[in-house]
């Protein structure tokens, strides 16, 4: 990380009773992407979230890489300020273990495999009779039902089903998003949605079930092509990192080999960058380029018009001509420069987090009310909290110690 993106004396802290989700209680049988980033959003707004991991490796998330002091980027990411517990959910001695925590519990998240958690007596119809108040979010790729309600879902085979692929990449080649939208659609989709069971668990006493398909999530997020090839019409094409549909709106490359994106969205736009930014303002009444549709239809032309003025500049000249203008754009950086970027630092984004390899930097979650602060808990080594957690639901020293030989946690 870079030395300069954060102030190492500053983490958030603040009197926990100021936290939204203060005294709720998440149960997470979870691994992956998906529920971890959802249960940590809770967790960030002051739930407790116990996470329940197989005993020796844990959610196996922890060995996607090391990149992170050893520790694997996906897993710090997606589960600071939760406990670990291990248990061995085919055990025996499981079912009672569970029972337990679900009796002081609020939420039960969990995306084990289809059909697992019914098939542990955890479905909410089971649930429900005994534990009335108990919300239930159950994700999974594609949901309980139907003909695909069977097949594995991973990320990436989501983006395909959705049709995110066909309408991401070169002309001749589809490419996948950078990071695990459908994960994170899920993830997010599930977040809203406890947040919305625990509002109407205020007014009724009662708890719900929500129901999350990462197909459904992203198949939402896929909203405007789909509308695009409404009723059998084309749909968008595939054009990297350029706009589909609206022209000039992508990268281009300035004389120093540095790219700019910038975007136009009407022809005041087009008048004022042809005038200010191209210096051409004959353009401007050039029929050829006269509207969104005809510019993106010459795309080529205009790609070679903008970037032989652009081979004269450097990437901030650009910039500087594009701000002065009022035109919209961004520099094309990468994780490096993120780690760096002025606005997250200015803003006070940066705080940190305990974690097995020592203290790690993190981003504030965005969106928290103005009247609390995100609760920057560590990142649990495998099981540092079974001990705890049994002792707190009735658990001896003695039956620990006969669960650890039994390798049931």
């Known amino acids: 990380m870079c030395s300069d993106c954060r102030d190492p004396t500053e983490t958030p802290r603040m009197n926990?009773?100021?936290?939204?989700?203060?005294?709720?209680?998440?149960?997470?049988?979870?691994?992956?992407?998906?529920?971890?980033?959802?249960?940590?959003?809770?967790?960030?707004?002051?739930?407790?979230?116990?996470?329940?991991?197989?005993?020796?490796?844990?959610?196996?998330?922890?060995a996607y890489d090391e990149r992170v002091r050893g520790l694997a980027s996906h897993f710090v990411w997606t589960n600071r300020g939760k406990e670990s517990l291990t248990l061995d959910l085919k055990h025996p001695e499981a079912a009672t273990v569970l029972e337990r925590l679900l009796a002081d519990c609020d939420v039960l998240v969990q995306n084990l495999a289809p059909g697992a958690a019914a098939r542990l007596g955890l479905s909410f119809e089971t649930l429900h009779a005994r534990h009335r108040r108990l919300i239930v979010c159950d994700i999974s790729g594609y949901g309980d039902s139907g003909p695909y309600r069977d097949k594995k879902a991973y990320d990436l085979l989501i983006q395909s089903e959705a049709g995110f692929l066909s309408v991401s990449g070169l002309a001749d080649e589809p490419a996948k998003a950078g990071c695990s939208i459908a994960d994170i659609a899920a993830g997010m989709y599930a977040y809203s949605g406890i947040l919305a069971a625990l509002l109407q668990r205020a007014r009724t006493g009662e708890g719900a079930r929500v129901e999350v398909s990462m197909l459904e999530c992203m198949a939402e997020w896929m909203g405007y092509p789909l509308y695009y090839a409404f009723d059998g019409a084309p749909p968008p094409p595939r054009s990297g990192a350029a706009h589909a549909t609206i022209y000039p709106y992508g990268p281009f490359a300035a004389g120093d080999g540095k790219v700019v994106m910038l975007g136009l969205q009407n022809e005041r736009e087009w008048a004022v960058f042809c005038e200010q930014v191209l210096r051409r303002p004959e353009l401007i009444d050039d029929p050829r380029y006269a509207s969104t549709s005809k510019r993106s239809a010459a795309r080529d032309e205009v790609k070679a018009l903008i970037e032989h003025v652009f081979a004269t500049l450097g990437v901030e000249q650009v910039i500087a001509r594009l701000d002065a203008a009022g035109i919209a754009n961004a520099r094309m950086n990468d994780m490096h420069d993120l780690w760096r970027h002025p606005q997250l630092r200015a803003r006070g984004r940066w705080?940190?987090?305990?974690?097995?390899?020592?203290?790690?930097?993190?981003?504030?979650?965005?969106?928290?009310?103005?009247?609390?602060?995100?609760?920057?808990?560590?990142?649990?080594?495998?099981?540092?909290?079974?001990?705890?957690i049994l002792a707190r639901i009735g658990y001896s020293p003695d039956d620990i110690a006969r669960l650890r030989a039994a390798r049931a946690v």
Do not use: N, W, Y
Not at 30 to 54: M, N, S, W, Y
Not at 356 to 382: K, Q
């Open 16 to 62: 926990d009773s100021s936290r939204p989700l203060d005294g709720v209680t998440v149960l997470a049988l979870e691994h992956a992407i998906a529920a971890p980033f959802c249960t940590r959003q809770l967790a960030d707004l002051g739930a407790r979230v116990i996470k329940v991991e197989r005993p020796g490796g844990g959610d196996f998330a922890r």
């Open 351 to 388: 705080a940190t987090v305990d974690s097995p390899v020592g203290r790690l930097p993190a981003l504030l979650p965005p969106a928290l009310p103005s009247t609390a602060t995100a609760r920057m808990a560590p990142i649990p080594a495998v099981g540092e909290h079974t001990q705890a």
